[in-house]
């Protein structure tokens, strides 16, 4: 895979799957706007790499907030000049885990705001740039939750099922215009937001781990490998698709966690 010469933004990008994909997109050629509403954690990814030698800025924003997000891209143009890569991927999980019957509209709402607004407004504001520009590549982060229920889970299976939803029509949107639009589903990788990277947790990881066919958990890494693949000139061929990249968990007819 080569991203040289491109440029990329990466949304959820100070941390986790966004911060790795981040890292290797970099480690690939390109140039990277990191683009994250936690401003310590940004400043911190933004050092972390330039330590290592990378051509990469941050930009604070809430990705659910269309005047933040008309400014992520306006700075991405005047910083590179064009915006080659996409990587919608901020996401959160809902405080509230249970049943959807019990489940607070606020918990819902913000879900939605962020997970399915977020994703929205990001496509909004880029596709015209990369139409413009005579192309690109937008990769957008749904979930395994995107295939099927995870009790407890509502508005994040919710709002997983929509990104998957708004993947597809932009694709079909967009395809004539040479911007291509992929989703990757992640299964159970280690990041803060899974709450799986804590000694704490080691016991639900090991539960976990045992369901996935893979026998293990998925790391950061493995994401970005699949972001970068769709990213590239390598997939220029592929848009519209639901990734899973998730050990085979959604192979087996037990995916429900
Ligand atoms: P993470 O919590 O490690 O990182 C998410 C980043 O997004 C954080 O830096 C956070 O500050 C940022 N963010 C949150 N809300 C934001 C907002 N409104 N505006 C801008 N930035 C915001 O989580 P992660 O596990 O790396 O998750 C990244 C994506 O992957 C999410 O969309 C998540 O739903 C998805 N995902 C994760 C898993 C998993 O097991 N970790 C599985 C499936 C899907």
């Known amino acids: 895979m080569d991203l040289s010469g491109k440029a990329a933004i990466v949304t959820g990008g100070a941390d986790g799957i966004g911060l790795a994909s981040a890292e290797r997109m970099a480690q690939l050629g390109a140039r990277v706007m990191l683009v994250d509403i936690d401003a310590d954690k940004l400043d911190a990814a933004v050092s972390r790499m330039k330590a290592l030698g990378h051509e990469v800025v941050g930009q604070h924003a809430d990705v659910s907030d269309e005047g933040d997000v008309r400014a992520y891209v306006e700075a991405a143009k005047s910083h590179f000049g064009r915006i080659d890569g996409f990587f919608n991927n901020a996401g959160i999980i809902p405080r509230y885990y249970g049943v959807l019957w019990d489940c607070p509209a606020d918990d819902f709402d913000r879900t939605i705001a962020v997970n399915v607004r977020g994703v929205f407004l990001g496509l909004k504001y880029v596709i015209p740039v990369m139409i413009a520009q005579g192309g690109g590549a937008i990769v957008n982060t749904a979930s395994m939750g ?3 229920g995870i009790p407890g889970s509502s508005p994040y299976v919710a709002s997983k099922h929509a990104v998957v939803g708004l993947t597809k029509n932009a694709a079909l949107e967009a395809a004539t215009a040479k911007v291509r639009v992929n989703a990757v589903l992640p ?4 990041t803060r937001m899974s709450g799986l990277g804590t000694p704490g947790e080691k016991a639900n990881q090991e539960r976990l781990a045992a369901m996935v066919p893979a026998g293990h958990m998925g790391m950061p890494s493995d994401i ?8 590239s000139d390598a997939a ?4 519209g698709i639901e990734l899973p990249v998730d050990g085979g968990i959604l192979a087996a007819s037990y995916g429900n966690m």
């Open 224 to 231: 970005a490998e699949a972001v970068c693949f769709l990213m």
């Open 236 to 239: 220029t061929y592929i848009t």
């Open 146 to 148: 995107a295939a099927g």
């Open 187 to 190: 299964g159970n990788i280690v």
